[in-house]
């Protein structure tokens, strides 16, 4: 069974830097054609792909973010992170990480439950 | 970036009808399109992939079709799981969603 799991602060202060983890089980970020990408979605909003990082270790990101996100693998502990920058409230939103699979059409078939992120002083 | 669009924004329906929703993209994409429903409080969930490949698991009265620029997602009879809403996602280039078809009951 793949299941994925977001965990990091709820609550960030403007200009801070966030950390979010995507813990993952059941499929390797080893094997051809696997990747982890993240995904936004501030209230009431529509969903904003942010960056995705495949099994070869090549990075992603949405272009009109791409200054402020850095995304990492750790395949020993299964682990994603995405590291965001200089916060501003416009960055509250939900959080989610999903397995993408790159071969055969770059589509995210498993979806963390995400994980709620506020940005206020 | 590609920018993808969907019409309409909200619908409203009623059980067993036929629903389409339609996305399009600012360029081609192929078949690099899929289709995901969310409900309220919850994550996305993987309805179509590749236009028109229906994920396993999920129920046959979804389909999608189209290629290029023009897509369409058709639900053939509506069940009352089905009110959600919908995104529309391209994978030809850097990943970009629609901003998603809101369907409710009429």
């Known amino acids: 069974q793949v299941t994925l799991r977001e965990s990091g602060p709820a609550l960030v202060k403007p200009t801070q830097t966030l950390t979010l983890t995507c813990t993952f089980s059941g499929f390797s970020l080893t094997t051809s054609g696997m990747c982890v990408s993240w995904i936004r979605q501030p209230p009431e909003k529509a969903l904003e792909w942010l960056a995705l990082i495949d099994w070869d270790d090549a990075k992603h990101y949405s272009t009109s973010l791409k200054t402020r996100l850095t995304i990492s693998k750790d395949t020993s502990k299964n682990q994603v992170v995405l590291t965001i920058t200089n916060m501003d409230p416009v960055d509250t939103a939900t959080y989610y990480c999903a397995r993408t699979r790159s071969n055969g059409g770059g589509y995210m078939d498993v979806w963390g439950n995400g994980t709620t992120v506020i940005v206020s002083s | 970036d590609i920018q993808m669009t969907q019409s309409p924004s909200s619908l409203s329906a009623s059980v067993g009808d036929r629903v389409t929703i339609t996305c399009r993209a600012s360029?081609?994409?192929?078949?690099?399109l899929n289709w995901y429903q969310q409900k309220p409080g919850r994550a996305p969930k993987l309805l179509i992939y590749?236009?028109?490949s229906l994920q396993s698991g999920v129920p046959s009265r979804f389909s999608g079709s189209g290629s290029g620029t023009n897509f369409t997602l058709t639900i053939s009879s509506l069940q009352p799981e089905d009110f959600a809403t919908y995104y529309c996602q391209q994978s030809y280039s850097i990943l970009t969603f629609g901003p998603g078809t809101k369907v409710d009951m009429k």
């Open positions: 360029q081609s994409v192929s078949r690099y």
């Open positions: 590749v236009a028109s």
